[in-house]
């Protein structure tokens, strides 16, 4: 890898200043001096209320606000993110809430892109075993909702062990071709537009162990799997953004306005 290749870590933060807490030094302060490229990070406050910013500035990083006028969602705050992130030829997204997601780990997910000039997003794949080899309460949309949906309408995704996972690095040219979904639809809408335009070898799976997150519980996680369900579903052709939009109390397919 080389200096000359810029990268920019992204971080959709909704009231997430114990997790940056926690996140933040792994690539920030004294740890920055060793990245093998330019690394910048944004956070992106969506909405929050306790001191996600404060924190986010006491370490250094470049901090985006969410403005008023647009909803809140996972969703949302990467699409204003991205945006208004300096310019870098590879974009690395994490969540907030990973407690070791290291230097290491983003330098693993940029080298595919590195190497083969083909390859336009590394995600992570992760074990859905703990540290003592048992089967974990991890990944629960993905078993039991998204992955089975994927292998009716897009079966090479479903082979993907962690197709949902927010630790994605997308090479730059590709975001300006794609349109962004709301809420938690966006990590699905993002992975199967690069399938549709790349193909399932434009997709690379970078193994980096078990994932150590919060786990919300199953009231949020429905709500995350009715839209992924979504997501899937739209994508496939199998549901209109009209049938979408009655159930919902924001777009789906997000406005490009919103960045204006
Ligand atoms: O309305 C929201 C919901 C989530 N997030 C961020 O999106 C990431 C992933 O969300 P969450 O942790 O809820 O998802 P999980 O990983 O638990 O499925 C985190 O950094 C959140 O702070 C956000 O910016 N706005
Ligand atoms: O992988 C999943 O099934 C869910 C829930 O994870 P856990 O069961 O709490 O490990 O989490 C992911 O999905 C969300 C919706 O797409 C993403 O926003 C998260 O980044 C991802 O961790």
Excluded: W
């Excluded at 009231?15 to 996140?23: C, K, P, Y």
């Excluded at 992106?44 to 910013?53: G, I």
């Excluded at 994490?94 to 407690?99: E, G, Q, R, V």
């Excluded at 300006?176 to 537009?193: H, M, P, T």
């Amino acid at each position: 890898m080389n200096r000359h290749l810029s990268v920019t870590l992204v971080i959709p933060a909704r009231n997430e200043e114990s997790g940056l807490l926690a996140l933040l030094p792994n690539f920030l302060g004294d740890n920055a001096v060793d990245t093998p490229f330019d690394l910048s990070v944004t956070v992106v406050s969506d909405h929050s209320t306790d001191r996600t910013v404060e924190v986010a500035k006491s370490f250094g990083a470049y901090v985006v606000e969410v403005p008023e006028f647009m909803p809140c969602g996972k969703g949302e705050a990467l699409h204003f993110g991205l945006h208004r992130s300096y310019n870098a030829d590879i974009y690395v997204t994490c969540d907030a809430d990973l407690t070791d997601f290291t230097l290491d780990h983003i330098v693993r997910l940029v080298e595919p892109l590195v190497r083969d000039e083909d390859t336009v997003m590394a995600r992570a794949s992760y074990s859905y075993q703990d540290e003592s080899g048992e089967d974990a309460s991890t990944h629960r949309v993905t078993r039991l909702m998204a992955r089975p949906l994927l292998a009716i309408f897009f079966p090479e995704l479903a082979a993907l062990q962690s197709p949902l996972a927010g630790e994605v690095a997308l090479r730059a040219r590709f975001l300006k071709e794609i349109s962004f979904l709301s809420g938690y639809a966006v990590d699905a809408g993002l992975l199967i537009d690069t399938y549709l335009s790349y193909g399932i070898d434009g997709i690379k799976q970078v193994d980096l162990g078990v994932k150590n997150h919060r786990h919300h519980g199953l009231d949020i996680l429905s709500l995350q799997a009715r839209e992924v369900a979504y997501a899937i579903l739209y994508k496939a052709n199998r549901i209109s953004l009209a049938e979408i939009e009655k159930d919902r109390e924001f777009p789906f397919e997000l406005d490009p306005e919103y960045l204006n």
